[in-house]
DNA sequence: CTGTGTGCAAATGTTTTGCATTCGC
DNA sequence: GCGAATGCAAAACATTTGCACACAG
């Protein structure tokens, strides 16, 4: 994939921070955090800064190359799968692996309240394999 | 509602504190942060510390009387409304309201990977009436 | 009485901001 | 060269923690 040119189609500048951020989100599936994206750069880019790489990874939402998830763990993760998709997050370790959206409705309400509906975004919770032999009473 | 006694069902002790916070949201339908309690209580309620308001929500929710929102706000919403259902949020002014819950089936890959599925939370975005006119233009 | 809950203050961790310097275009 | 991006440090927030005192059961 052409990073740079993804940058500019959506007119954006070029940065190497914003290409090495946007490979580097785009290359893993875990979900990573702006902390964990950062470490991952340290070494390779040694002057990059934390607070660039918030800035990016708000600059890549607003430009649709990257999806925020808010799970409630007090930092964000981020997603540069932008295709349509769900996420099911385990309840023991909090791994978060993209699964298949099945096709959801707009609620009733949207429309008998007056709102332009836009989308959904559908979270599954359960307990991965691992937690399961770990302990299995566990509820969180 | 007898709050002393739905806190004590759960093993709870009813303090005034616990009874007070979890009236005020159960009679609200606007889905407060923490600081938005305290704010409301602090009048009647004088002494009562922020913190108070924190470690109540947290045994509110695993005593199972109340739910708690993460929408990426930045802060964590409540929720003393326990039926299932799903919630629909104003991409402009942030307003949540609960909706009618779908029947959701757990993904396929849940079954696949070898999760024990839990449950599912749905959120859905759009403009509230309010918004649509206050700014036709605005994706966010 | 006893142990749990509260209040207060300080700490923590994440995200944001201000500003001078750098660099893509 | 110009204006947007970066790096660095400091600030802003939400939330958690430690601990002495208070109170529900």
Redesign the interface.
């Known amino acids: 994939m052409d990073w740079p040119q993804a940058l500019r189609d959506r007119g954006l500048r070029a940065t190497p921070q914003r290409v090495t951020i946007l490979a580097e989100l785009a290359g893993r599936d875990d979900h990573p955090t702006a902390e964990d994206l950062y470490r991952a750069l340290r070494d390779r880019h040694p002057t990059l800064a934390l607070s660039t790489v918030y800035s990016t990874l708000e600059t890549l939402e607003a430009a649709g190359l990257a999806h ?1 998830l ?4 007090g930092r ?1 993760r981020y997603d540069a799968n932008v295709r349509a998709h ?1 996420h ?1 997050v ?2 023991g370790c909090r791994r978060v ?1 993209d ?2 959206l ?1 096709p ?7 429309e008998r ?17 691992a937690c ?1 032999r770990a302990g299995p009473t566990r509820p969180d």
């Open positions: 925020r808010s799970l409630g763990e964000d769900a099911l385990c309840l692996v699964v298949a099945a959801v409705a707009p609620p009733p309400e949207a309240l007056g709102y332009a509906y836009a989308f959904t975004s559908v979270v599954h919770h359960g307990l991965c394999p399961r």
